[in-house]
């Protein structure tokens, strides 16, 4: 609901749907979120039970990420910034590093990823550990996709790693059940392009920003993260400046970046030159 309202709102210009987005961000964090960070399960009439699972904490994450390209509010992304080290620290799989294609052979479950329950909830026969999508995305291949997102946005490569290391564990079963893996294969889709990292230093209530911003979400472009606000806002603008004081666009790909342009006509060269070439 959250990432759904969030891209709405954005995408069709509807401040209702913002509003809506930010209501349930807001209700989840004040609401379900502990003062240590953890994040609960279920809430009825005030209380708010039960350790949160792998789900909850990566369906937050992208919906965190997408808020945050809508409003371009730093508090957001930093949540889940925080959101995702919590998740690594209490449901990541014990694992070794990948040396060899031939390791895979047979043991695809054993180097990567996300158990589904944390590691101090009940203590259960067997921990769970669900890869395969369903009617719903898998909280491990929406965890993927989140952490390849993330470290766009963040600049923490230590999130993209520990994604690629769980496709790269499962990898024989996207290519034999692609159905049965919908979610991943967006995030494999995602690390594949090698998206666009999109840096636009400005008031993100200023025209100038505005203008550019229209050419950036003009029409569909999956591969791309975007950040907005002053050099300290977030850690994709950070030492990028303002071109003669007017609203600047970097664009980058894998922290390699173009030279900076004010035009939004500029941009959209960039942008589709991108598009064009995949």
Known sequence: MLAAFAEAGRVLDIGYYRQVAERNAEFLLQELRQEDGRFLHSWTNGDARFNGYLEDYAYLIEGLI????????????????????????????????????????????????????????????????????????????????????????????????????SLSAVQKLLAKYPLGFGQWLVGLSYLLAHPLEIGIVGDPDDEEVHALLDIVFAGYRPYQIVAVGTEASTPLLRDRVTVDGRATAYVCIDRGCRPPVTDPAELLQLVERRSSSG
């Open 66 to 165: 997408e808020l945050y390209q809508t409003t371009f509010d730093p508090r957001l992304m930093e949540t889940a910034r925080e959101l995702a080290e919590c998740m690594i620290a209490h449901f990541r799989m014990d694992g070794v590093q990948l040396e060899s294609d031939s390791q895979l052979q047979g043991k695809a479950f054993d180097f990567a990823g996300f158990y589904d329950t944390s590691d101090d909830h009940e203590e259960l026969i067997v921990r769970p550990r669900e890869l395969q999508d369903n009617a719903v995305p898998s909280g491990n291949g929406m965890a993927v996709t989140a952490l390849l997102r993330l470290a766009g946005l963040t600049g923490e490569t230590g999130f993209s790693d520990l994604a690629w290391k």
